[in-house]
């Protein structure tokens, strides 16, 4: 293995690791057999395992049809959505038929759905959606939203193997942007929030790529000497509220970031639990930043403007700490 | 269980006999079966809606005998007699309908909406076409683990064929050739919908070249067509020629739903060769070709009633499901539970 | 018209007034023409309006798309989708196409998409579903869900001449459960919400059908002494943070009531505004109530413990009013 | 604009030869701006992907030249040579690859998302097939508006007739007898996903029959044959004989994106009769017929450089969308916006 490995090495990596010691995993998705997938996810597995990793037509809700006919037969299929975007043509199969198998019938559903997610410069519109809150939102889903290296590695060797369908929203942003010495051979399990930086001024709660922005947000507070902990939620759902809860009881401050749209979602379910159950924690009204309420943009100036920035994160959480 | 009935061999007359009355008993039963359902729904009985197979229970059974245990079956609504050919206890479908809690949906699921996955009886989803795809990856995952000789058949009605779930699904049957056979009741109505506003087409089966598929048209008041045609379509598809597409030409002997009098359907329909009862065309072939006789029709007839009434009676007395006792959490993996949202926050 | 009016009479006669007074209004879905509607809806109206009502065959995507591409033309579809349930086929064309449209080329996309929705006894878990959150997260979309047979009539008015998409929520639980003297002549406008009834001790939010469950919440609990107001929140999206606001001003605490799935949604958003901007308002954690978080259930026993109950409604005010 | 070419009539070979020039021009301009963007993305200018046309010149330039401008087009990511016949001045080509504030998308959307819906140039949503049911609709409405005459044309690949989308809509079509023309690209690939992967079909024209829709087919490396057909099937779709389904042949002379080398083409397609560039074929067909000369098309070449050359230095000069300036809401309707939302709270 090299001696630095990207997010999605990683991500090919738990692909190789699962193929290799489970004989019920395939991988179904367009181009990712002998082509290695859009975004090279998928590289060689075709040939090292021969059988297992083949190439769909452009069928998105067959796709994630014939993976839950696969799942009740016993296998664990891996689908690839080329963007997440795309999954809207999948998404009847996914929350309808996927998501109700289990609690329908008493027979599991242990499917696991990567989508390629969030902005890049010059996706726009229909190559750049967060979709976590749309799925999280339906019953019967587990959705994960790793932001490191190591958590890519491992969350997706543990969605394999749990027995529910799981959305892997992967950040496409992520992909090569993000570097590690070396895999993981622990981790924390599926459903524990991680504490990505200790503070005791203000809780940053983040997911997926924004886990970066605040902890560079944290850093910037530092040179103003506001010790700021941020908190990865890694996964959306189920959500660690204990954990959040936890920082909240430590700090009294609480900003929540996504990279998602403001309507509802993350940052508003987060908020909601902790007015609901940590009243009493909070010592200034706790705030979130999402992207804009527009679809998200093709030009980079615009790009970079729609979604919480580093400055904007910075700029609420002065805000909270000067209040 | 049905031997293909287009491969004469010694004794072929006898099978032929065999598997009419076979599947014309499957018939007969769901008949009944949805009789009761209808007259439960009459009296209140049954919440949301009951749907009938009337005038498609030859179609529905010749493909129930067709299929052996090990196969994969997805019906649909109007599939009371395949069901039963394929082996659903009338217990199973009692229970659904008046949401008991050892039905096999234990209350949570109703109606038509019932099935064992384990067993390859897929349950549906009410999405018009979203089972077929699902049929293909129980087939694609036996072909992987090695098991041959199997049949996945899914059954959809005309006004189906015009969702997208359809046309994905029958392509990547073709594409990965595997043995599905598609099983469309054109009916002549989806709900209220006649054809010439669903498709424009001269007939479904002219779908088939499209997809590399083929395919195969049946007249569905004609049990004996049934049997030799979707027959030879499942057999096909066993001997590893591929998908099949069967359109079976029939009309629609009821309503949509029990709340519906299909006042929509016209008379000329009603009056044609397509508005036969398959179920007398049927006992009237069997009578006339002695394959029994009255006597024997009428005790299966008072046997079935007497099942379906023990089971009604049964099932009224089984416990409702408790929504205290209840497990409300749709995920299995218990320890990702989150107990925030158990009761709605 | 009859004496005795239900909310799908509203809705009925609202459609009649749009086709009569808005030669560019048409309807299209599943047997809305001679039949008139899975609901009867559309009751007459392909007699009454010759070619300007007609059925659709089975295809959720293509209606939305056609509808979409009638609207560019400058005419005002309304899509009966049969179910909400179903909408999720179409989808992708609703949130994508239709709610794209004006942002990236300036052509405004005014097309309304009727969803029969919400829970019945014995609906079961896809005929029964609530997907308001799923579309009021994507920008794009303006989000109704009246609650009284006079909003249903004057918002399915106000939807068709809104130039842009709309999803018209129109509970089925109420359709033949609420009655009206008559249709009213004036109404609020979408985007403000009502105050359903006044009371100085708490705030209820709620919307649609469970509109009735709170104000008979309220009631149970006049007997007890407490005044609880109750707000109709009318439109999900855009959300009328201020007459919630101002409520909540006055109670001092906030309890926010929907029937749909726990997770994100309206509760979470509601919350997450009042805990942001109204935080000093407060003088109770704000609490939420929705459905658990699993598929609607078939049966009635399931089915009533399944969705928020009068009685859950009226414990969970008693709780904050309390405390 | 062209006029049928199948309708011979007095000065038929003049007639022939004005629309191969012209159509062969819109080649030729597609085929430079196709280049330009190649280059302008190598040298890291474009954000985002870039996709070319390359080998699909003859067939989208044929259909380009076959409709008026009063008609509908929706092209997908290789029809530069249509968008340009269709009337897309070069220059909002490069203001969308460029994400000029002056683009029709204003730098919301770039690349081949561009279009103008008011002009019946609808701007496609990524989404495959997704866009015919727009056509139809907007075909509908004229329609409903009583206005005669017109055609709409939707493009896509041999990959999105896998779609649901494309299924649902030219079935809706056809249903609606609507004057689609929906054309299917088969350039052997999707992606890197051969057609063996995609479909099973003989030809994916074998699909028309099962719709009730007239189709065609054509080697779409032959200008003249495309000229032929696809101004065939426009003509017939006019003359309202309804929805027609057009396939034409070729093989994709690029990679899917400008990111993509198309390592996996193998060698005996493009070594195949489908590997041949329709725009030499033209240029050998216009000259060994005398339609034109050498010098004439060295400078038809020349002035289109200049003039992709001059938009791209003048769009480069133009403003860049400004974050600030933006209106972040994305409804028409002002007074139902929310301040909440518009800085994502
Ligand atoms: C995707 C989808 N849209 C709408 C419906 C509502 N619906 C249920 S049955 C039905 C008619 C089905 O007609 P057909 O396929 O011909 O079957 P038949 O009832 O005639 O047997 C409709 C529209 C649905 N179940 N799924
Ligand atoms: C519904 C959907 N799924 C996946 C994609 C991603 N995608 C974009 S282009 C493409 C291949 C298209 O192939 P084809 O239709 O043959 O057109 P070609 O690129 O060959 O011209 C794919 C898979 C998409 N745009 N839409
Ligand atoms: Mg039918
Ligand atoms: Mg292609």
Redesign the interface.
């Known amino acids: 293995m090299a001696t630095e490995i990207t997010y999605i090495d990683a991500i090919r990596e738990a692909q190789a690791h699962a193929l290799r010691d489970d004989p019920r995993v395939?991988i179904y998705g367009q181009d990712v057999a002998a082509f290695g997938g859009a975004f090279k996810a998928t590289k060689n597995l075709a040939k090292e395992f021969p059988?297992r990793v083949f190439d769909?037509?452009i069928?998105?809700?067959?796709?994630?049809?014939?993976?839950?006919?696969?799942?009740?037969?016993?296998?664990r299929?891996i689908i690839e959505m080329q963007f997440a975007d795309f999954s809207t043509?999948g998404f009847?199969?996914i929350v309808?038929?996927a998501?109700?198998?289990?609690?329908?019938?008493?027979?599991?559903c242990p499917i696991t759905v990567r989508l390629p997610f969030g902005g890049t410069s010059g996706g726009g519109p229909f190559h750049s959606q967060s979709l976590e809150t749309i799925y999280a939102h339906y019953?019967?889903l587990?959705v994960l939203t790793p932001a490191t290296v190591e958590d890519a590695y491992s969350m997706l060797l543990e969605a394999v193997a749990?027995?529910?369908p799981v959305i892997f929203c992967e950040h496409k942003f992520l992909y090569r942007h993000l570097k590690a010495e070396k895999l993981p051979t622990e981790a924390l399990?599926?459903?524990k929030a991680r504490i990505a930086r200790v503070g005791r001024d203000l809780t940053i709660v983040a997911y997926s790529a924004m886990v970066q922005d605040a902890l560079e947000a944290a850093n910037e507070l530092l040179t103003e000497g506001w010790e700021v902990e941020v908190v990865d939620l890694r996964s959306v759902?189920?959500?660690d509220?204990d954990t959040v809860m936890a920082s909240v009881a430590r700090t009294g401050k609480l900003l929540c970031v996504g990279e998602s749209w403001p309507w509802g979602g993350v940052t508003a379910e987060v908020i909601?639990?902790v007015a609901?159950e940590g009243y009493g924690l909070l010592d200034a009204p706790p705030q979130r930043l999402n992207a804009k309420d527009t679809p998200v943009p093709y030009h980079p100036n615009l790009w970079a403007a729609h979604r919480p920035t580093v400055r904007a994160v910075a700029a609420a959480a002065r805000k909270i700490l000067r209040s | 269980m049905l031997q293909a009935v287009n491969e004469p061999r010694v004794g072929a007359a006898e099978v032929v006999r065999e598997s009419h009355l076979a599947a014309f008993r499957f018939m007969l039963r769901a008949r009944l079966l949805d009789d009761k359902f209808a007259a439960l729904y009459r009296t209140g009985k049954?919440?949301?809606?009951v749907f009938l197979g009337r005038g498609q229970e030859a179609l529905s059974a010749a493909l129930g005998v067709s299929l052996k245990k090990t196969d994969v079956f997805a019906p649909l609504i109007r599939d009371a007699a395949g069901r039963l050919a394929f082996g659903e206890p009338i217990l199973d479908a009692v229970r659904n309908y008046l949401?008991s809690a050892l039905g096999?949906?234990?209350?949570?699921?109703?109606?038509v909406?019932r099935?064992?996955?384990?067993d390859g009886y897929?349950?549906m989803?009410?999405?018009?076409g979203?089972?077929?795809?699902?049929?293909?990856?129980?087939?694609?995952?036996?072909r992987?683990?090695n098991i041959s000789g199997m049949v996945g058949a899914a059954c959809l009605g005309d006004?189906?064929t015009?969702?997208?779930?359809?046309?994905?699904?029958l392509?990547?049957a073709?594409?990965e050739?595997l043995p599905l056979v598609v099983v469309v009741a054109d009916n002549q109505y989806?709900?209220?919908?006649p054809t010439?506003?669903?498709?424009?087409?001269?007939s479904?089966a002219?779908?088939?070249?499209?997809?590399?598929?083929a395919s195969h048209t049946v007249d569905a008041t004609d049990l004996t067509a049934c049997l030799k045609i979707v027959g030879g379509a499942v057999a096909q598809a066993r001997a590893g020629n591929?998908p099949q597409l069967v359109v079976a030409k029939l009309l629609r002997l009821c309503g949509h739903g029990e709340h519906d009098d299909a006042n929509?359907i016209i008379p000329e329909l009603k009056n044609s060769a397509l508005g036969r009862d398959c179920l007398k065309v049927a006992e009237e072939f069997l009578l006339r070709n002695k394959f029994t006789d009255a006597a024997q029709l009428a005790v299966w007839r008072s046997e079935t009633i007497r099942e379906i009434e023990e089971a009604v009676a049964q099932v009224q007395r089984e416990p409702?499901?408790?929504?205290?006792a209840?497990n409300?959490?749709?995920?299995?993996?218990e320890?990702?539970?989150?107990t925030?949202?158990?009761?709605?926050?």
């Open positions: 395939f059988g769909s037509p069928s998105e809700d067959a796709m994630v049809g014939f993976a839950v006919g696969a799942a009740i037969e016993g296998l299929p043509v009847n199969q309808n038929q998501a109700t198998l289990f609690w329908r019938t008493g027979v599991p019953p019967g587990i749990i027995d529910d399990p599926v459903g759902k189920p959500l509220t909601a639990r609901s | 049954i919440h949301g809606g949401g096999p949906m234990r209350g949570r699921d109703g109606n909406h099935g064992r996955p384990r897929l349950p989803i009410s999405h018009l979203a089972m077929i795809s699902v049929v293909n990856g129980v087939l694609f995952a036996r992987f683990k006004g189906a015009s969702t997208g779930a359809f046309h994905e699904a392509n990547q073709a594409v050739k989806a709900y209220s919908t010439d506003r669903q498709f424009a087409c001269e479904l002219d779908k088939g070249v499209g997809y590399g598929v591929g929509y409702a499901p408790d929504p205290y209840e409300w959490s749709a995920i299995s993996s320890h990702l539970n989150e925030h949202l158990e009761n709605g926050h």
